[in-house]
């Protein structure tokens, strides 16, 4: 399920980084643990189909990337940071998406959610205002796709993903693993998914080398 390619201008990395100031949410460690992710903004498109055939995912992300990049560019006086990584949310119906490291075989049946964080001073009106600026100087983004968002995923399980993004169900598997036998039960469905943060340019880094971090919502307490 990987990001793709967009021809994104590059700009010079602030100090504020999601990644620095949340380590345990974002830090690349390959060994499954539990983590408590709290209310979070993001800028959010839905779709469905193949990621990797379809446009539809590659114009969502077109989108995400063109407004978060100008919500930085516009509100330096406010904050100067590092536009988060992109992220999705994954499912393919509740009953056929359950976990347990399961190859999805059928990818044109995904069901996707990609979004960037934003910092907590984009608001409605930040975001509105943002969406005038893009669409006047990229008329042809469908910004009418992107939605604002603010939600806490809650208790889950992740761990980093290191290789390509076919390889995954394998890293997925250790996850669901470790949570059970740590006493707690995979919490798929109900509209929480499958979660994946790319902390890899797949147009500069090798397959195998690529890292993403996977996350699996949970319950219960560990005994």
Aim: proline share 7%; glycine share 8%.
């Amino acid at each position: 399920m990987p990001p793709v390619s967009y021809g994104l201008e590059r700009y010079d990395q602030p100090m504020f980084d999601f990644k620095k100031e949340r380590g345990d949410l974002y830090g690349s460690n390959s060994s499954p643990r539990v983590v408590d992710v709290p209310e979070m903004t993001f800028i959010a498109v839905d779709g469905v189909g193949d990621p990797n055939t379809g446009e539809d995912y590659s114009s969502a992300v077109q989108v995400i990337y063109g407004l978060s990049y100008a919500v930085k560019m516009g509100n330096k006086s406010v904050l100067e940071y590092v536009v988060a990584p992109l992220e999705g949310f994954w499912s393919v119906t509740d009953e056929d998406f359950r976990g347990g490291g399961s190859p999805i075989a059928d990818k044109s049946a995904f069901v996707w959610t990609a979004l960037i964080r934003q910092p907590d001073f984009v608001t409605q009106d930040v975001f509105a205002s943002t969406c005038d600026v893009v669409a006047r100087k990229k008329p042809k983004l469908d910004l009418a796709r992107a939605r604002l968002v603010h939600f806490a995923e809650g208790l889950c399980a992740q761990a980093t993903h290191l290789g390509p993004y076919d390889d995954e169900p394998a890293t997925v598997a250790a996850i669901d693993a470790f949570a059970v036998e740590h006493g707690y039960a995979i919490d798929l469905g109900g509209g929480r998914r499958h979660h994946e943060i790319y902390l890899s340019d797949p147009r500069k880094v090798a397959p195998e080398k690529m890292r993403t971090i996977l996350r699996h919502p949970i319950r219960g307490e560990s005994i």
